[in-house]
Antibody
């Protein structure tokens, strides 16, 4: 059974930093692209970033380019999202998601999410 | 403002059929990129419902179906059940943005 467990969320001041982690189990982690998707309270889903299975290719939505960095450690079955220069509009639940085989953005399995609140 | 446009809400009585539209443009759906649909029950994470425009993952009832034409896609739900009450999100790839995009989501109410 695929399990994705996010952690690292919390309250941070504007301009601050957080690193989210997502520990994966139940599948061969290095074989699958992974994404981060966020959802502001009472809003729709917003794709944030994706990374290939090897980690060699990364993708970002425009609003986080230059501020967020996605990475993975395949030896630890862990996905990361380093978030710098955080703004109030980054406040959201952040979901880790595993892509379907041979795809990058079709998200087959999701974690339960971790809440990031950016506020002074 | 989402790149993909969905109606904010739809509703139907038990047993009825409803459709949810997802309208894009020539840089996403119209360019031939696949549309995926996700179901999000209240207070839970999204779940993949339809992938590649028309395909259902294992375990998804055949009451759910997807279609695509031109710059739009649709999700149809037949034989509505109370348990179908949820938010539904469409997703595709946009070549102008070089990334994935979601619709704004549609809340389905079963009357």
């Amino acid at each position: 059974e695929v399990q994705l467990l996010e952690s690292g969320g919390g309250l941070v001041q504007p301009g601050g930093s957080l690193r989210l982690s997502c520990v994966a189990s139940g599948f061969t982690f290095s074989s699958y692209a992974m994404s981060w998707v966020r959802q502001a309270p009472e809003k729709g889903l917003e794709w944030v970033s994706a990374i290939s299975g090897s980690g060699g290719s990364t993708y970002y939505t425009d609003s986080v380019k230059g501020r967020f960095t996605i990475s993975r450690d395949n030896s630890k079955n862990t996905l990361y999202l380093q978030m710098n220069s955080l703004r109030a509009d980054d406040t959201a639940f952040y979901y880790c998601a595993k892509a379907r085989p041979t795809t990058t953005f079709c998200l087959q399995d999701w974690g339960q999410g971790t809440l990031v609140t950016v506020s002074s | 403002q989402s790149v993909l446009t969905q109606p904010p809400s739809v509703s139907g009585a038990p047993g009825q059929r409803v459709t949810i539209s997802c309208t894009g443009s020539g840089s996403n759906i119209g360019a031939g990129y696949d549309v995926n649909w996700y179901q999000q029950l209240p207070g839970t994470a999204p779940k993949l419902l339809i992938y590649g425009n028309i395909n259902r993952p294992s375990g998804v009832p055949d009451r759910f179906s997807g279609s695509e034409s031109g710059t739009s896609a649709s999700l149809a739900i037949t034989g509505l059940q109370a348990e179908d009450e949820a938010d539904y999100h469409c997703q595709s790839y946009d070549r102008s943005l070089s990334g994935s995009v979601f619709g704004g989501g549609t809340k389905l109410t079963v009357l």
